[in-house]
């Protein structure tokens, strides 16, 4: 036989467990809604930022194409807002985003501290870091000239700087991937350091050599950024991500663009 | 008969275990039974986390229509989270020390005091019943944790159900120290309510001191008396390591967080025991 007092107690914390429960699963913001509301998805991207944004309407690039299936997934249409600050200054404060251009920053934001400080960051989907690109395979640095091309947003260029002067290198700032293509072409720099997708894509385009640099300096992953506080827009993407893990989207998409680790 | 038998005593150290677990176990029983502690306890997470959280969110989010103008690593729902913990554990433990007044009242306290049982037996019974229950009361807020972003491992989990243990200790003996010099309900009432929150105001709980300054900055930006106050309550401490662990930001450490309640439970239950031996 139960004591009915026992079970009056049980009953009791029960039901002030299924509140809390009931309570959190209230939506804490009104950032989806509004989107689905509108209709449309907007995303600021940089012009171009290859393999990510390539600006080619054909092979439109990784995040487009990851954030027009996320715009599926959640039964909207995708708008994409192109951010020339972006890809020429590393300074997420003189991009001048703000929520009315778009909800979703993409196309070279990566999971570190310093994005995590001023945006949400949304799932995990490409390994990224520092990375050197040039002509034949490079065993040491000591004393040679590299082009340095620091577009992401995110990356310790803090780490990146005392680890060249570390290495005796003497660094050139480039200020966009064509800049550093032509630069290492011509000889005018033995090599390029830059964000790793990045990296590998332009040793592929040109038949060069890439690695992993910096023993120490951390690697991070690339992410959407969203604003801070809009959780339910980014339990949406996350949902969307989780699919497309299991369906094997992120992946073909990867593939399709050549995104492979470097070795 | 001839044989004398002889009638085994259990060990004094079994006596008082048996002793610490049932005046543990009445403890917990009883807050159980008291529903307006309950009530107390899912009260306070709700009003804390989705009215202020929720209300106060959109200004603490470094922009709203305009571009970016401060960055912090956590929105003002995650900043606030571990703090209500605290607030939680802070009512429930100060709170259930009010038993002893209760038990002095109803003759109860003489008759434990009387049977075989330590004083620091019944003590410990009875700090750590309160700070069962509210570790209880605590991790209730933890299920508001999807509601405010904050993500966490089952390894942070039991770290976070550590501190929040440590906290609770200190409180409850705090709370004892206090219903030892009281001689009323009302009065309990009255003056737990005028340590508890002040203490979690002044707990860099609700408000953050900006991440970004320094030391002499901060003194520049806000009240010197505040961030003094700030700087002298341990409670600070306490509610920057569940930070730490939680969200994974913290101004201090979390082993400061950490020092400073071991401390704090030291010196409040040796008051209590103290206050338990002369009464």
């Known amino acids: 036989m139960v004591d009915p007092g026992k079970l009056r107690n049980v009953i009791s914390f029960g039901a002030v467990v299924a509140l809390l429960v009931a309570v959190s699963l209230l939506p804490p913001d009104t950032s989806l809604r509004e989107i689905e509301r509108v209709g449309a998805l907007r995303a600021c991207v940089p012009s171009t930022y290859p393999p990510l944004v390539t600006g080619d ?207 | 008969m001839n044989e004398v038998e002889t009638i085994r005593r259990p060990h004094p150290f079994m006596v008082q275990l048996g002793g610490l677990y049932g005046l543990w176990l009445r403890e917990v029983r009883r807050a159980f039974r008291d529903r307006g502690q309950l009530i107390g306890g899912v009260s306070r997470p709700i009003l804390w986390v989705i009215i202020l959280g929720i209300g106060l969110n959109p200004y603490f989010r470094g922009e709203v229509y305009g571009s970016v103008t401060f960055v912090v690593p956590f929105t003002y729902l995650q900043f606030i989270f571990p703090g209500v913990i605290a607030l939680n554990i802070m009512f429930t433990s100060v709170q259930s020390a009010v038993s002893v007044i209760w038990d002095r009242e109803f003759g109860y306290l003489r008759e434990v005091l009387v049977s075989p049982l330590s004083r620091g037996t019944v003590l410990l019974g009875k700090v750590l019943g309160g700070a069962t229950v509210a570790v209880l009361h605590g991790a209730l807020v933890l299920i508001l944790a999807r509601f405010a972003d904050v993500t966490f491992t089952p390894m942070q989990a039991l770290q976070a159900l550590g501190l929040m243990a440590l906290l609770a200790f200190a409180l409850t003996s705090l709370g004892v120290v206090i219903a030892n010099r009281i001689r009323s309900f009302e009065g309990f009432g009255i003056f737990s309510n005028a340590v508890i929150l002040p203490l979690y105001f002044t707990s860099s709980s609700i408000f953050p001191l900006d991440p970004a300054l320094s030391q002499a900055q901060t003194r520049v930006v806000y009240p010197d008396w505040l961030v003094t106050i700030v700087q002298y309550n341990p409670l600070t401490y306490a509610v920057d390591s569940l930070r730490s662990v939680l969200i994974n930001y913290s101004q201090f450490g979390v082993w400061t967080g950490v020092t400073v309640m071991l401390v704090c439970s030291v010196v409040f239950f040796t008051i209590a025991l103290l206050d338990f031996r002369r009464a």
Request: proline share 3%; aromatic share 6%; net charge negative.
């Open chain 1, 57 to 263: 309407p054909e092979r439109p690039g990784v995040d487009i194409e990851l954030l027009r299936a996320v715009a599926d997934h959640m039964g909207v249409s995708m708008i994409i807002a192109e951010n020339q600050a972006m890809g020429r200054d590393f300074n997420p404060r003189n991009w001048n985003l703000n929520r009315a251009q778009c909800q979703i920053v993409a196309g070279g934001v990566v999971n570190s501290a310093q994005t995590r400080s001023f945006l949400e960051t949304g799932p995990e989907y490409a390994e990224t870091g520092w990375a050197l690109v040039s002509q034949q395979a490079l065993q040491s640095l000591s004393g040679l000239t590299v082009g340095t091309l620091a577009l992401v947003s995110g990356l310790d260029r803090i780490g990146l700087a005392s680890y060249l002067r570390a290495q005796g290198v003497t660094a050139r700032v480039m200020t966009s991937p064509e800049a550093l293509v032509a630069a290492i072409a011509d000889g005018s720099v033995d090599a390029g350091v830059t964000e790793a997708m990045m990296a590998s894509g332009l040793a592929r385009e040109n038949g060069w050599a890439v690695r992993w640099i910096g023993e120490g300096l951390p690697r991070h992953h690339l992410v959407f950024g969203f604003w801070k506080g809009d959780i339910t827009l980014k339990r949406a993407v996350t949902a969307a991500f989780a699919d497309f893990s299991v369906n094997g989207k992120i992946a073909s998409i990867l593939e399709k663009y050549d995104v492979t680790s470097i070795e």
